[in-house]
């Protein structure tokens, strides 16, 4: 019941903006947090976004705060990230993940649930 699976990512010029969602086979999808993480070559996989159950409740990295919005749709069972003013330095592998904790926590080890990845790449 955890599956979880991106789509959206691509190539795209420092500036412009990329949707990226994740499909998700959640039985009860508002008992969960879901959330996007990111991980670039070498680095650790960090925290970008994440919303509670019901979406009333969010939490952005502040690297991307006033640029990436994430929102829900418990009835489709997705989940988007939309990224504006997109930087080179938002290359990376971006991973949605769920989470039973009723917060939109950052915390990875909390997630349970992660989807395959999606490759997004900002040229300069």
């Known amino acids: 019941q955890g599956q979880l699976v991106e789509s959206g990512g691509g190539l795209v010029q420092a500036g412009g903006s990329l949707t990226l969602s994740c499909a998700t086979s959640l039985r009860t999808p508002t008992t969960y947090t879901l959330g996007w993480f990111r991980q670039a070559p070498g680095k650790e996989r960090d925290f970008v976004a994440a919303i509670a159950g019901s979406g009333g409740n969010t939490n952005y990295a502040d690297s991307v705060k006033g640029r990436f919005t994430i929102s829900r749709d418990n009835a489709k069972k997705t989940v988007s990230l939309q990224m504006n003013s997109l930087k080179p330095e938002d290359t990376a592998v971006y991973y949605c993940?769920?989470?039973?904790?009723?917060?939109?926590?950052?915390?990875?080890?909390?997630?349970?649930?992660w989807g395959q990845g999606t490759q997004v790449t900002v040229s300069s």
């Open positions: 993940a769920a989470s039973a904790v009723s917060i939109p926590t950052a915390r990875r080890e909390l997630y349970r649930f």
